[in-house]
């Protein structure tokens, strides 16, 4: 049987060309990421997966390169080569150093010795030139780029302890190295080191003063500043403006207010109506006017009594005369008075009216001063944190190098004295070279194993299949061992996955020749989804065909129409791979009368039509005799009748085709059908065989339902 046996399989277009059909719905029950939302590079997924694929590609080249190294180790072998060290203590760790450092250390552990610095000094040349010429006295081929490169000077872990190890072929030589390098070290430790320390503190001292001028000089600028706008800071002077704005903007409202209003009372007490208003509260003059209008009435009331002329008449005339003559008066009198008195209020506003404005003209030169005496104290404030900083570091520095010389007045100890090597350190470094050359073989290993997948045009997982030629993945048909390896499988024991108390692995049968619960499940998925395609109706005919052969595209229909049968539909399979016929094989049927001998004979459909055993839903038409013409045949009217009369009989026939690439056989049955399925196989269908056959599929009048990956080896999970 072929899950991995005869055809591959290629995507599938929802257009049918040269039918008129409705739109097709195509589901996807399968959890396959959209690669449109994946990064571009290699992910995590990508490689683990290329890794498991390429295991013997990895392990196979990893064994060849490390074995040729190994040879050529082997026959090409090291000279022995003798080491030996020595270790000093370059930091006291009595509790009088800790006490001592502690001035200027917060945590009394901490090291004041930078090591790193340390080290690139003890293998500078300067320092190395006396060792080099000592021993070039008793070694010639001796110089400094020979004795660096042979010389490890290293900090122990976190200690205060320098090793310095060298490495040679000849064990006298490298003891004597070792004797005067650490005899330089110590030296250097109690002349040189001290002597540049002391150097430091020289320096230190020079700058100080000048340090502490350039501090002393900011600090008076900035006092300066504060007595000239009498503030602390920019930030208080901002706020004593806001402040002053806020008071003087209600006192104008204030002033304006007051000024109205008395500009006002100006105005009305010397219009027409100003002495009704003015003389209104006027006592005095109210009084006269009342006299006056009392007098009219005498006068009134005395007229119907007597003549005009009679000296009652006249005498109260003349009183009201005198009375007129004082009320004017008193009027004039009481009008200035009102008049100058709004006069002086007036006056008075507009006087404070003016010193207002004068104490807001000088509030609004505050606010315009304001950036520059946030920009000069700023200023300042930056430069006297820059001078302060360099001044308590060259301050810090200067205690430092004080401890560092009260220390090296110790001078360093030597812990370790070096000895002369009696055992060759090969063994060390055959075992590193053997793990070094381990690491690159398998380095090797998974470049050439990338090299070889970046070289593969098959797809490796549905995922890849769907992403590259961008049409609805109809099923994921996954790898099936009872297909690889057994092509004499009955399908009648393969039934017995369908019976439901029939007890079964969950991957695969163990000794009863079954097929896996997940084959069973993916071909039950592909069928419900060949269901759901067609919103028009069903489909009851289908070809399904690869783009090459070798893809299982004969095992994907016949296990198609079994299980189409099993679902209740009366279907009929029939080989129309009249060149490498297949399906009579699968179902163990005789392939004497079948679908050639049905075409150029007079047979009918009954007499070459076979029922499969056990499925009574399930007829088989076999490829018969081979033709020498198979093209012709498949051509012909009586295939395109019989094609009508099947799917008239049956409700799905399902139609096994040669591959599209390179042969017409397909192109000339799709077109009477309902669509084409194309089958791909993983890890075997090339892209470019695939993508060319859907191209030349694209030509015909055929509807492309959709493509199906078989012989997919990675694991689904169980449910």
Not at 121 to 134: A, C, D, G, T, Y
Request: with cysteine; net charge neutral; proline share 4%.
């Amino acid at each position: 049987m072929e899950n991995n046996s005869y055809k591959s399989t290629q995507g599938v277009n929802t257009e049918r060309k040269g039918n008129s059909q409705a739109p097709l719905f195509q589901p996807q029950p399968f959890s396959v990421p959209d690669t449109q939302e994946e990064e571009s590079g290699l992910n995590v997924a990508k490689v683990v997966s290329l890794l498991q694929r390429r295991a013997l590609v990895i392990a196979g080249v990893s064994l060849i390169a490390t074995l040729a190294i190994a040879v050529h180790s082997t026959l090409n072998p090291k000279p022995t080569v003798y080491e030996s060290n020595f270790r000093l203590l370059v930091e006291p760790v009595n509790e009088d150093s800790k006490a001592v450092t502690v001035v200027n250390e917060p945590n009394p552990v901490q090291s004041t010795l930078d090591y790193e610095t340390q080290i690139q000094i003890l293998k500078s040349p300067e320092l190395m030139r006396s060792v080099v010429l000592e021993l070039q006295k008793k070694y010639p081929d001796i110089n400094y780029n020979v004795l660096l490169l042979s010389l490890t000077v290293q900090r122990v872990g976190e200690t205060k302890i320098i090793e310095v190890r060298y490495s040679s072929q000849d064990p006298d030589q490298v003891k004597a190295v070792l004797d005067r390098i650490a005899k330089e070290y110590i030296e250097y430790s109690q002349e040189r080191r001290q002597t540049k320390l002391r150097q430091g503190i020289r320096f230190i001292a020079r700058e100080l003063p000048s340090l502490q001028n350039r501090v002393d000089q900011i600090q008076k600028e900035l006092q300066i500043l504060k007595q000239k706008f009498n503030l602390n800071d920019p930030e208080s002077l901002a706020s004593q403006i806001n402040n002053q704005t806020l008071e003087l903007s209600s006192r104008r409202q204030e002033f304006d207010l007051q000024l109205a209003q008395a500009r006002k009372n100006l105005a009305i007490l010397k219009g027409k109506d100003g002495e009704t208003v003015g003389l209104s509260d006027a006592q005095t003059y109210q009084q006269l006017l009342a006299q006056v209008r009392q007098l009219d009435v005498q006068i009134a009331a005395a007229l119907n009594l007597l003549q005009e002329e009679n000296p009652t008449v006249q005498t109260l005339k003349e009183r009201r005369a005198y009375l007129l003559q004082l009320l004017h008066q008193e009027a004039q009198q009481q009008m200035q008075e009102k008049i100058g008195l709004a006069e002086v209020q007036l006056q008075r506003l507009e006087v404070a009216n003016k010193e207002l404005m004068k104490n807001e003209q000088l509030l609004e030169q505050k606010r315009r001063q304001l950036p520059v005496f946030t920009r000069q104290y700023t200023e300042l404030q930056r430069r006297l944190q820059v001078a302060t900083e360099s001044l308590n570091r060259f301050l810090s520095t200067r205690e430092n190098l004080k401890i560092r010389i009260s220390q090296t007045e110790l001078g360093w100890q030597l812990l370790e004295a070096p000895l002369r090597p009696q055992l060759a350190a090969n063994s060390s470094y055959s075992i590193r070279g053997f793990l070094t050359s381990l690491v690159g073989s398998i380095a090797l290993g998974v470049v050439t194993a990338f090299l070889l997948d970046k070289i593969d045009s098959t797809y490796h997982n549905v995922q890849a299949l769907k992403a590259d030629i961008k049409l609805p993945l109809i099923g994921n048909i996954p790898f099936e061992e009872q297909l690889d390896s057994s092509q004499s499988l009955n399908y009648q024991r393969w039934l017995l996955n369908l019976i439901p108390k029939v007890r079964r692995s969950p991957d695969k049968s163990e000794e009863t020749g079954e097929y896996s619960t997940k084959f069973l499940e993916a071909l039950r998925v592909l069928y419900t989804n060949l269901q759901l395609l067609n919103s028009d109706g069903a489909i009851r005919s289908l070809v399904i065909s690869s783009a090459t052969e070798g893809d299982g595209k004969s095992t994907v229909a016949f296990h198609l129409a079994i299980i189409a049968a099993t679902m209740g539909q009366r279907v009929l399979i029939v080989d129309a791979d009249l060149r490498q016929p297949t399906i009579h094989k699968l179902a163990n049927v005789s392939t004497e009368c079948g679908l050639s001998n049905l075409i150029s004979s007079n047979l009918s459909v009954d007499e070459v039509t076979t029922q499969a055993p056990d499925i009574t839903q399930l007829n088989i038409i076999a490829a018969g005799s081979i033709p020498p013409d198979p093209a012709k045949l498949l051509s012909s009217e009586k295939m395109k009748r019989l094609m009508q009369e099947f799917s008239q009989r049956f409700d799905l026939v399902i139609y096994d085709v040669p591959p599209f690439l390179g042969l017409a056989d397909a192109s000339l049955i799709a077109p009477s059908t309902d669509g084409v399925l194309m089958v791909v196989k993983i890890d075997k269908t090339d892209s470019s065989v695939l993508k060319a056959a859907i191209d030349d599929l694209k030509l015909l009048p055929v509807n492309i339902l959709g493509v199906v990956g078989n012989a997919q080896k990675s694991r689904y999970g169980d449910y």
